[in-house]
């Protein structure tokens, strides 16, 4: 089955940082793009990062400067190094991916698989 796992949230004070980790499996051809989104409750959910196999990559505004996404040579694992953490970067965090073959870039819409999600707390 095609399927994301994630780990790596946790809780953190501010300013402190997180790494997220998502590998992606049971795939027939590497996913188009792979990358973060997050929902806060009460909020809807939001682009965070988000990386093409081709490298390009895309930032919300509001983690522009302080996340980093990368991912592995195989192109099957996206990390999020997530710096300078803030009490508004609480949420969950989720990974998706596309198998298609446009780059919808932050756009939920567009990503076809998501993972179960893991909670980053900042306080």
């Known amino acids: 089955d095609v399927q994301q796992v994630e780990s790596g949230g946790g809780s953190v004070q501010a300013g402190g940082s997180l790494r997220l980790s998502c590998t992606a499996s049971?795939?027939?051809?590497?996913?188009?793009?792979m990358g973060w989104f997050r929902q806060a409750p009460g909020k809807e959910r939001e682009g965070v990062a988000v990386?093409?196999?081709?490298?390009?990559?895309s930032y919300g505004n509001s983690v522009r400067g302080r996340f980093t996404i990368s991912q592995d040579n195989a192109k099957t694992t996206v990390y999020l190094q997530m710096n300078s953490l803030k009490p508004e970067d609480t949420a969950m965090y989720y990974c998706?991916?596309?198998?298609?073959?446009?780059?919808?870039?932050?756009?939920?819409?567009?990503?076809?698989?998501w993972g179960q999600g893991t909670q980053v707390t900042v306080s």
């Open positions: 049971g795939y027939t051809n590497i996913p188009f793009a």
């Open positions: 998706a991916a596309e198998r298609g073959s446009l780059w919808y870039g932050l756009l939920p819409r567009g990503y076809d698989h």
């Open positions: 990386i093409s196999r081709g490298g390009s990559i």
